[in-house]
């Protein structure tokens, strides 16, 4: 199985259009012009007063996911809705945990972001940046309040899956030591383990293994073939 990942639209920049200074009026040809004349013109000459444009949505997204600070921040003064989504569902949390941009991240989290919030796919912030070699972010969104072991409600993916499917191993111990449950499947039956050995990550697939298991089954055994040995001399 392969994980659906993040894909990357196209923004656009925010609007620069500035208002032009209406156009001098000119003397009449027979040179003669009245004091009201004179006072048109000079009220047609003045310019307009300029306003701040509204930054459009894509713009502010594509901020986040970037990692301008300057540019998001002049989009929400501008008037642009911090909570906006893309057709995707996703948000700016979304799209900065993606890239693991941290000072973003941090300032969202400040402005009351819905940290769990899902996209079109039931994904959340903490699924996509375990993705990517963020382990910073990942434990930035854990110590915040990120649910790390929320599934998708598409595919049943967890955040431990999605890095051991991507190979991330710093993220996998990241995810492991604030408590991901490496037992959980997804639609298809799959743990996270089966992830990392379907895509030949083999160290990760090898932390992942269920050592207690295996450990209380070799256990399990050494007992049989102690208690087989000691029936066999016995009955000697």
């Given at each position: 199985m392969i994980l659906a990942s993040l894909s990357v639209f196209n923004g656009c920049t925010p609007p620069t259009d500035t208002v032009e200074p209406?156009?001098?009026?000119?003397t009449a040809a027979t040179g003669e012009s009245s004091t009201h004349d004179s006072s048109a013109a000079k009220s047609k000459a003045a310019p307009l007063p300029v306003h701040q444009p509204k930054f459009s949505d894509d713009a502010y997204l594509m901020a986040a996911l970037d990692g301008n600070m300057q540019v998001i921040e002049m989009a929400i003064k501008s008037g642009t809705e911090i909570g906006v989504k893309n057709e995707r569902g996703h948000n700016a949390l979304h799209l900065a945990a993606y890239n693991g941009h941290d000072e973003v991240?941090?300032?969202?989290?400040?402005?009351?972001?819905?940290?769990?919030?899902?996209?079109?796919?039931?994904?959340?912030?903490?699924?996509?940046?375990?993705?990517?070699?963020?382990?910073?972010?990942?434990?930035?969104?854990?110590?915040?309040?990120a649910d790390v072991n929320l599934k998708d409600e598409t595919e049943g993916f967890t955040a431990l899956m999605m890095a051991a499917a991507e190979g991330q191993m710093k993220v996998v111990e990241v995810l492991l030591e604030h408590g991901a449950d490496k037992t959980m499947k997804d639609v298809d039956g799959d743990t996270a383990e089966v992830f990392a050995r379907n895509n030949k990550h083999f160290e990760i697939a090898d932390l992942l293994a269920d050592k207690d298991q295996e450990a209380t089954e070799k256990e399990t055994t050494d007992s049989d073939v102690v208690d087989e040995v000691k029936g066999s001399k016995e009955s000697e």
């Open positions: 209406a156009a001098k009026t000119e991240v941090k300032f969202l989290l400040r402005n009351k972001f819905d940290i769990n919030e899902r996209d079109s796919e039931g994904k959340s912030a903490l699924i996509h940046a375990a993705s990517g070699d963020f382990p910073k972010t990942v434990e930035l969104l854990i110590d915040n309040g």
